[in-house]
């Protein structure tokens, strides 16, 4: 179990709400505890520690009953929507002990995606995310991208676009235009926002003509960051996602939002940026060492890097402890 407060008490993304479509029920990690996810008749979704308190055995292996209770696949022990166990078929006369009940957790739907909280909601303004409210925006979720990383080098990697050139040739960058132009960066409480960051693409548009792209990119959680691209009337922006399933592995889920290319699939844009993910994964995990160093003399910084250093001067402040050092 990771312990860190900040994100014990921060919201994680398990994945959209159509997960629980074909059972209503789903297990999942989050922070070293195994879960199951479910949702009661009424469309609460719950979230609880995935072990029966009897003898320990998988609760996302067990039923949904009449709608609004769970029974354990081995002796029927069965739960009722609060965690407390109602029933116990071996002695159906006696009401079950006040202690069997099991550990639940918040859970919340928030953008079509299911979040838990496994300590007490820190009460943060929730995530902005403008292009949302746009009706003329259309969604597209990607991921989940697995990474056996940090999370905190997930989110760095995402926040870097001296990579582009390399990691992402002739898609984000080429390296025939790998310089980056000096960018503002501010930091708050609230977060970080990087702002007026140009770089040149070698097809922005899908035209095949490359131009200089400017995007703002912003952090709002220490997992949780964005970008939008500034210079082009079209509206294009992404919200990255990262949940701590365990110590080192980390799962990206991204909300890809644009105002236009309507007549492109969406499969094939997804493809898009699973190709895009599909290059960071190597790399990320390949960093050494494994924990972010937010001792800014741990490794090398250029001007470039300037968000980078910023998040994790950030996160030295917020004093998140779980995959950095
Ligand atoms: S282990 Fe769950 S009912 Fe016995
Ligand atoms: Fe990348």
Redesign the pocket.
Known sequence: MLSDPILRNDWHVIGPVSLLEKTGMMSTRLLGTDLVIWRTREGRVLAWKDL??????R?SL?EIQSGDRLM??????TYDSSGQCVA?PAHPDQAPPEKARVETYFAKIERDLIWVCMGSPATLPFIPFPEWDDPTYRRILCGPYLFRAHGPRVVENFLDVGHFPFVHEHSLGTRERPEIKPYDVETSWEGITASHIRIFQPNPDGTGIGKEVEYTYRVFRPLVAYFRKESSEQGFAILLMVTPIDELVSQAWMWMLMNHSYDIPEAELRSFQDMVAGQDVPIVESQRPELLPLDLQAELHLRSDKTAIAYRMWLRQIGLTVGTA
Request: charge should be positive; include cysteine; proline fraction near 7%.
């Open positions: 029966c308190v009897h003898r320990g055995v609760l067990g354990c696949p081995y002796h029927g022990w116990i």
